[in-house]
């Protein structure tokens, strides 16, 4: 086997779940990317891409939010407030959402209001980042 | 004196036969209500089990100790945040994880945060520490808001409101069985330790501090989130099963009227007819 097993999992789904040869994620310092045998390793994730090559050499690009990555025994575990892969992503849904918890943070909402706008808000300009990044390769 | 004994029992089947009609309509709004909320926790699963597993691993591994989130603080109680239905009728879905909780717990040092009518009303009534309280929201759950009732629940565990906290949900193993269940989720001390056998260290980054500060609140989220996906499942079994077994015992007791109804009827006619015979035999 040269590669190594990879979860993707969000409270409402299991993303991913397979051997993969690398994965590439967004940690708070920076990009990492992890090849069979890394070390024991634990970070959390921040929103941004996520890229994965399967065994295949099939590549997959996807969009993943906050959480942390636990690296153990030659198993990747990241957990994610939400993922999905690019063709998951709906454009046209995410432009409007955006729009949406824009006008509800100018609007001046507070408390957990305002805290789960925000954190939407990064998250839909997150997946249509991902979506650009996608489109240009 | 047989006709007043058979209105009785006609009226008894009549009131029986509408106890029907209600446990077999609640029969099947929970059942349909049991196949959203049973996919809704198919989907959780995988996290819930996985997230647990790898903290207890981690827990385990840690050589860190003076962490906030690892080792017990000062307060002498613990927090049981307590998952119960909104509703009765559901058999012994919410009693059973009352049992289980109570006879788990020191009363004096406990604070409960219950989660459903049905547990807002038992703790209050019999006089527990009860701590905020929220009802209705099993069935419209989300992370976000698992999240933030996380995160109030943290903030009090930070200024050493309670040292411990416990997660007590029903556990949904099969349609037919439900298992009232105790976690532990702060803090991080589950009483097994790896670090000598593994040898491996675990590289933190950029800290074990930083790390576990943003680990917590997610991994804490959740299992709330999980705990209530999993025990909303587990009530609407219950309650289909309940309402299923009450459909079949009403059905049984309007037999055995009608049998009886039967029986008092035949005896009317009968003597009437002796009546009548031995009136024309004098």
Same mark, same amino acid.
């Given at each position: 086997m040269v590669g190594f097993n990879l979860k993707i999992v969000t409270p409402t789904r299991a993303a991913f779940d397979g051997v993969v040869k690398s994965v590439v994620l967004k940690t708070a310092d920076g990009e990492i990317c992890v090849l069979k045998g890394h070390e024991d390793y634990v970070a959390p994730i921040m929103i941004g891409p996520l890229r994965l090559e399967k065994e295949s050499g099939e590549k997959k690009l996807g969009c993943a939010a906050y959480g942390f990555v636990n690296i153990s025994n030659n198993s990747v575990n990241v957990f994610a407030t939400t993922f999905e892969f690019v063709e998951e992503i709906d454009v046209a849904r995410a432009t409007k959402m955006m729009e949406k918890m824009k006008d509800i943070i100018v609007a001046g909402a507070t408390g957990d209001e305002l805290s789960d706008a925000q954190a939407r808000y990064e998250r839909c300009k997150a997946r249509l980042k991902v979506i650009k990044l996608s489109n240009k390769n | 004196m047989a006709g007043g004994d058979m209105s009785v029992i006609k009226r008894r089947i009549k009131s029986v036969k509408s106890t029907i009609k209600i446990t077999n309509a609640m029969k099947l709004v929970s059942t349909s209500k049991l196949r959203r909320a049973r996919l809704r926790f198919e989907q959780t699963k995988p996290f819930f089990g996985e997230i647990y597993k790898d903290m207890i691993e981690l827990a385990a591994r840690i050589d860190v100790h003076q962490l906030q989130y690892v080792h017990k603080g000062l307060s002498p109680k613990a927090l049981y945040i307590v998952i119960s239905g %909104?509703? =009765? *009728?559901?058999?012994g879905f919410n009693l059973n994880l009352f049992k289980k909780v109570v006879e788990n717990v020191d009363k004096e040092n406990t604070i409960f945060s219950p989660i459903g009518n049905i547990a807002i009303s038992f703790f209050n009534k019999n006089g527990f520490n009860v701590w905020g309280g929220v009802s209705n929201i099993g069935e419209k759950i989300t992370p976000e808001k698992a999240y933030h009732m996380a995160a109030r629940m943290l903030y009090n565990y930070n200024s050493n409101l309670f040292s411990e906290i416990y997660l007590a949900y029903t556990g949904f193993l099969s349609t037919l069985s439900q298992e009232p269940t105790i976690k532990k989720i /702060?803090? /991080? %001390?589950? =009483?097994?330790? *790896?670090r000598n056998k593994s040898g491996r260290l675990v590289y933190y980054e950029p800290n074990p501090d930083a790390v576990f500060q943003a680990i917590v609140p997610q991994y804490f989220a959740g299992m709330l989130y999980g705990g209530m996906v999993e025990s909303f499942a587990a009530e609407q079994a219950a309650r289909s099963n309940a309402m299923e077994s009450a459909t079949g015992n009403a059905t049984r007791i309007i037999d055995d009227l009608t049998l009886k109804y039967n029986r008092a009827r035949q005896f009317a006619i009968t003597k009437e007819i002796i009546e009548i015979v031995s009136g024309a035999a004098s």
């Open positions: - | %909104d509703r =009765g *009728l559901a058999g /702060l803090p /991080l %001390d589950f =009483g097994k330790s *790896l």
